[in-house]
């Protein structure tokens, strides 16, 4: 197992490297006034200040030496002052955001974990518990119910499960507001008498004893968190359910029931083991893309997460923040694919000597 894990993170260096040689790529389809913004705060209007700005940051140098002074970033000859690259969380200047691009993700990432860490439960538990109690039942009424249930979760567009969550819970009943938390709340975090622990606003009200806030804060999420839910059930479901009838074909599954074991135990002690190896697959890049920020789920309810960031910045053409934020998804997404494939080995021993 440790083998195992140490040539997984012996790769983590060269999937990094890909992927901020991508990025770099997509950045030099702009021009060296537009790549300035990496660096400064406002692009000058002055012609000789801005050839200074190109000079100085090299973006009139080769493709290489770009790449270098992005990553590691550069020192002023003048003054001998380091200005870091990426590599020091300069992901360069947000004109939508009017702040540097690591400030947003420092401000929006805790709003997006808070969101998947509420969601990750009911996403994949429900999937996979809906999915096994499908196969089991295979052909039943029951069955019948849970493919009726994907295929419509399965053919909901995310805008239009949303917009009809919000209609009909918001609009209509009253009862759970977008956004991520109402302004009386908002008032009493951003008083000094509140301690923001974490900046995950359920879980500091919480630490702070006030369940008034934590039940606002949580009557912001349970519609995002409704429509997450029921559309990744939908191919969860399919998954697991398709798993588990061909693993319920097997030939050690009618062994053990010939032995007289429980069908309790047959399920889940020699079946469903067996059966996760896809659904691990697709509940990891679920929980990515939670983590990411689900662009088009935060932008219906207005929750100021990296999808509604990377969703303003889209609607400005402000690329460099859109990049920026592209560079931490991607890092994010290699390290939940080692953690898949950590999980891979420990569900089959058979993974590990490959």
């Known amino acids: 197992m440790f083998n195992y894990i140490m ?3 012996l790769m983590i260096p060269l999937l990094l490297f890909g992927v901020t040689v991508l990025i770099f790529l997509m950045l030099q389809f702009l021009g060296p006034t537009q790549r300035s913004a990496l660096y400064v705060r406002d692009i000058p209007r002055n012609e000789r200040v801005l050839q200074g700005v190109i000079r100085k940051y090299g973006l009139d140098k080769p493709f290489y030496v770009q790449y270098w002074r992005w990553l590691v970033g550069v020192t002023d000859e003048k003054t001998g002052k380091h200005e870091g690259g990426i590599l020091f969380g300069q992901f360069g200047y947000s004109r939508t955001a009017s702040e540097p691009v690591i400030d947003i993700i420092k401000r929006r990432f805790p709003a997006t974990f808070e969101l998947a860490l509420w969601s990750v ?5 429900g999937g996979v518990i809906l999915g096994v109690v499908a196969a089991v039942n295979h052909n039943k009424f029951i069955d019948q119910v849970a493919r009726v249930f994907s295929i419509l979760g399965w053919s909901f567009p995310t805008f239009v499960f949303g917009l009809l969550m919000l209609m009909i819970f918001y ?5 759970f507001p977008p956004g991520r938390i109402s302004n009386w709340a908002d008032a009493v975090v951003r008083s000094p008498q509140f301690h923001n622990y974490t900046t995950m606003i359920t879980f ?5 004893g006030r369940l008034d806030i934590f039940w606002d804060a949580f ?3 349970i519609l995002p968190i409704t429509t997450l839910s029921y559309l990744n059930w939908a191919l969860l479901l399919r998954v697991t359910r398709s798993s588990m009838l061909e693993v319920l074909r097997q030939d050690y599954i009618t062994t053990a029931r010939a032995k007289g074991l429980s069908e309790r135990r047959v399920i889940f002690r020699h079946a469903l083991p067996n059966a ?3 659904v691990v697959t697709i509940g990891g890049m679920m929980v990515v893309g939670l983590l990411n920020g689900v662009v088009i789920t935060e932008t219906v309810f207005n929750y100021p997460g990296m999808g509604k960031a990377a969703a303003d910045a889209a609607l400005n053409l402000d690329v460099v923040t859109v990049l920026g934020l592209t560079l931490f998804s991607g890092t994010l997404l290699i390290f939940a694919n080692l953690v898949v494939d ?3 080995a420990y569900i ?3 993974v590990r000597l490959e």
Do not use: Q, S, T
Not at 171 to 175: G, H, Q
Not at 204 to 208: G, K, R, S, T
């Open 342 to 344: 950590i999980m891979y």
């Open 121 to 125: 439960l009911p996403v994949i538990l």
């Open 219 to 221: 009557k912001h999420l």
């Open 276 to 278: 996760l190896m896809p």
């Open 7 to 9: 040539r997984r993170l």
């Open 204 to 208: 500091d009200a919480l630490l702070n």
């Open 348 to 350: 089959d021993p058979r």
């Open 171 to 175: 609009a209509e009943l009253r009862w």
